[in-house]
């Protein structure tokens, strides 16, 4: 079965660079374009990135994606209060044939 | 822009069938623009898509919840619709719906609707 992993909690203090980490297999991540999500507690998901490293309108140039063989990082510049969320990483799963989600990671700002 | 908004019932019994509406604004479901999706978030979990429809009908599904799940079309009322057979407990969730740009690779969800809570439970 596959999956997609990541840490389940990373931390930064205001100002700083944080990368949050995907990794994957051949059967998504590795053959297939990567999205991240941004959720706010008590709220649904935002796309923050799709296409490995595209932003949608609106989206912070401080939020970045890239992809490099069956892994993926979303990094985070200049670190501010307002991006302590939960991030999701995404992508197509050719053996569930549909998309798969990362299990999440809790960013907290210290 | 597309706007989502889920409706159905916020507690259902053990083996009975979860049913949850997603009506649709702002765009017509019958324009082929967009790919429907249902996922859901238990309570402190992740996400989990459980399938999703197109115009034409055709639906994939998460082969974890195959066996129990429909989902399906409205076009007169804008409404896509979730059908989820003989569930437990572990079935307690928010459920959202979503939509993926048909034209866009790699089935990013650009819109969400807010989420249903439905709580299984006798």
């Known amino acids: 079965q596959s999956v997609m992993t990541q840490p389940p909690s990373a931390s930064g203090t205001p100002g700083q660079r944080v990368t949050i980490s995907c990794s994957g297999s051949?059967?998504?991540?590795?053959?297939?374009?990567v999205n991240w999500y941004q959720q706010f507690p008590g709220t649904a998901p935002k796309l923050l990135i799709h296409?490995?490293?595209q932003r949608p309108s609106g989206v912070p140039d401080r939020f970045s994606g890239s992809k490099s063989g069956t892994s993926a990082s979303l990094a985070i510049s200049g670190l501010q209060s307002e991006d302590e969320a939960d991030y999701y990483c995404?992508?197509?799963?050719?053996?569930?044939?549909?998309?798969?989600f990362g299990g999440g990671t809790k960013l907290t700002v210290l | 822009q597309v706007r989502l908004q889920e409706s159905g019932p916020v507690l259902v019994k053990p083996s009975q069938t979860l049913s949850l509406t997603c009506t649709v604004s702002?765009?017509?479901?019958?324009?082929?623009?967009?790919?429907w999706s249902w996922i859901r978030q238990p309570a402190g979990k992740g996400l989990e898509w459980l399938g999703r429809?197109?115009?034409?009908?055709?639906?994939k599904y998460n082969p974890s919840v195959k066996s129990r799940v429909t989902i399906s079309m409205d076009t007169s009322k804008n409404q896509v619709s979730l059908k989820l057979s003989s569930v437990t407990a572990a079935d307690t969730a928010v459920y959202y719906c979503?939509?993926?740009?048909?034209?866009?690779?790699?089935?990013?969800?650009?819109?969400w609707g807010q989420g249903n809570l439905v709580t299984v439970s006798s």
């Open positions: 296409s490995n490293d």
């Open positions: 051949s059967s998504n991540i590795g053959s297939k374009t």
């Open positions: 702002g765009g017509s479901i019958s324009s082929g623009d967009y790919y």
């Open positions: 995404s992508a197509w799963d050719d053996n569930m044939n549909g998309p798969m």
């Open positions: 979503a939509a993926t740009d048909y034209y866009v690779s790699g089935s990013p969800f650009d819109y």
């Open positions: 429809i197109y115009i034409t009908g055709n639906t």
